[in-house]
Every structure is written in C-alpha cells, then in structure tokens.
C-alpha cells in the first residue's frame, strides 16, 4: 500500500509500506478522508513537541472497517472514526478516568505513525460508530472533540463570557462549545479573514485583531468592566498565551488547549489578586467524541463548514507547504482517498 511520511521537517516522501494484518484486539480500517490540522503543520514545520522524525502524520480520519477482533458491535463495510490517543489502562490517569492524559500516551500520527496510509490498524477499543455521518463529517470530529475537551474543562455556565485567543481550527470548535455552553463568545486573532469567518460562518458574538493596541479596553467595554470570565488559548503562540493572563476577570479560568516548547510566564501577583485558575486541556475524551457527534446529528454544528481546500492523497505532498501560509485562507484542508 502507499505510505506518505514526513522524513525531515519540511519533506515529505510517498513510500511503498505493507497492509497491516489483523492481530488481536486490533481493527483494520480502509482511509477515506484525513483532516490536516495544527500538529500536522507544526511537525512539517519542525515546532511540534514530543516529536520523533520519520513520522507518518494523520490523526484526524474517516475510514471503512475491514475486519475487527474485539469489537462484536461494529460491523465490516461500516463508516466509523476513532480516537486516536492510545492508553494504557492502568496508569494513575487512566485508572481516574482520564485516558487522554494517560502516562504512557501513545497518540497516533504523533508518538507513532498515523493515518497518511491507504490501510491502518488501531486498537478496537479506540472504534467510534459513524452514526450516519459522512467521512467528511467523521474526519472532523477528532478536531471538534478537542474543542469540546477544553470547554468541559472550564466548566462554563450560561451567560458567562468566553475569550477564545485563534481562529483556527481547534479555535474554531472551541467557538461553537461553548456557544453550545450558553456563553457569550469573543474571538481574538490576528488574521482579519479568520475573524470574518468567525463572524461570517460561525456567528460569533464579538471578534477583536489581537494586534489593536486597545485589547484590553475593547474586552471591558464588551464585558461592562468585568473582562471574560473564562479565557480558552487555542494558539500554541508563547506570546499569546503569556499575553491573554491579562485578559482574565478575578476569579476567572483560564484553559490552555495550544500546546508549545516554551514556559509560560505571568505575573504572579496579577494572577494572584484575581484568584484565577489555570489548567491544561489536553486531547479529548470518549465522552467529548459522542458530545460532538450529538451535535452534529441535532444540526447545532456543521462540521462541512470548516472545510475550505480539498485534495488528493497524491497531492497532499506538492500542497502541503502551501497551507502553512495564511494568506491561502485554510481554515481545513481534507485529503480525500478512494
């Protein structure tokens, strides 16, 4: 079969690769769709950590089942997806319910290779029924599930105002959770097309250029003075993260889904006075994948509206370079096998 993998930072290469055989506890899945996200680009770019080169990238996939063993409710020929963040079981995270932060984490297309192939074996307890969606709809529901993750973490109530700090796609899903939540969502970017799409597509309530030098006052005026109660960063930007501190009411949360190499600094003081919590949000759960996928049976999301650039698998690697520039408008680029 045909294997595409990101050898060095900045190469791909389409390698010939054996058809995964069934083994025990594993399915064999036919690709139909990968979605490119945020890690895929950081690791073709070289700044995406607990990376290891060569990689087969993929992570975000809609597939067939072949075969399966230990999984007596899924059926061959069935549209399914899966979660792609591999546990142990048995670690302290996985025993307190916790696999996606499980210790000895295995996440496909990141810590192993992933889904750039045209076959892929995964664990059967990682399967996800399509319910009737779409590949399109099930290669985008990893992504989606990210955003719901850090949503649930910041346990957000009706009425609150929620900062998301990027427009991009993680951004994007976290937007419409916790729109789904009952908040009153702002979006901050730098990139002025992702803010208009955020207004546009997704009906965000305010949206503000994180290059304004009036940030901070632009959020009180919207707030009445109060500032967001809940701020997501869904950057990975050093800067960003370091900055967005300030943004936070007292008494506030503050949620770091965007993962970067570098340490967070802030004034502890700051911080301090205003009681805030900070926590991580990482991957996502079972329950965030069936949340999503709710959602998009109910129609409260439309996954297809993220979906701006389409190719090939025997074009993912002359266009892949291309989506790492902004002023090509990606918003998700889904790479389609037959």
Not at 268 to 273: G, I
Request: hydrophobic content about 40%.
């Amino acid at each position: 079969m045909e294997s595409l993998v990101c050898t060095t930072p900045g190469t791909f290469t389409y390698q010939k690769a054996e058809k995964p055989v069934l083994t025990p506890g594993n399915a064999i899945l036919k690709i139909k769709r990968i979605g490119i996200c945020g890690t895929d680009l950081h690791a073709f770019e070289g700044t995406q950590p607990f990376f290891s080169y060569p990689r087969i990238l993929g992570h975000e996939l809609a597939g067939d089942l072949v075969e399966a063993d230990g999984a007596p409710d899924f059926s061959p020929g069935e549209a399914v997806t899966f979660i792609p963040y591999f546990n142990c079981g048995y670690c302290i995270a996985c025993r307190s319910g916790k696999p996606n932060c499980c210790v000895r984490l295995q996440v496909s297309g990141i810590h192993i290779d992933g889904g750039m192939v045209e076959y892929l074996s995964v664990p059967s307890y990682s399967l996800v029924h399509g319910n009737g969606l779409s590949h399109d709809e099930l290669a985008l529901i990893e992504p989606l599930a990210i955003g719901a993750h850090g949503v649930r973490r910041a346990e957000i109530q009706p009425g609150e105002v929620v900062l998301v700090v990027g427009g991009g796609p993680i951004g994007l899903g976290t937007m419409e959770f916790a729109r789904i939540a009952g908040a009153t969502v702002i979006a901050l970017d730098i990139n002025e097309g992702r803010l208009a799409f955020c207004r546009n597509r997704l009906g965000v309530n305010y949206t503000i250029n994180a290059q304004s030098q009036d940030v901070v006052e632009q959020l009180s005026a919207i707030t009445n003075g109060d500032m967001p109660t809940v701020v997501i960063d869904a950057t990975g930007s050093l800067r960003a993260i370091n900055t967005a501190f300030s943004y936070l009411a007292h008494g506030g949360r503050y949620i770091l889904v965007g993962l970067q190499k570098g340490d967070v600094s802030f004034s502890h003081p700051e911080f301090h006075k205003r009681e805030a919590t900070l926590m991580s949000s990482r991957n996502a759960t079972r329950a965030d994948f069936e949340h999503v996928i709710t959602s998009m049976k109910a129609g409260v999301i439309n996954p297809t509206t993220y979906i701006t650039h389409r190719v090939t698998f025997d074009q993912v690697g002359t266009e892949f370079e291309s989506w790492l520039n902004p002023a090509n408008g990606v918003i998700k680029a889904i790479v389609m096998l037959v």
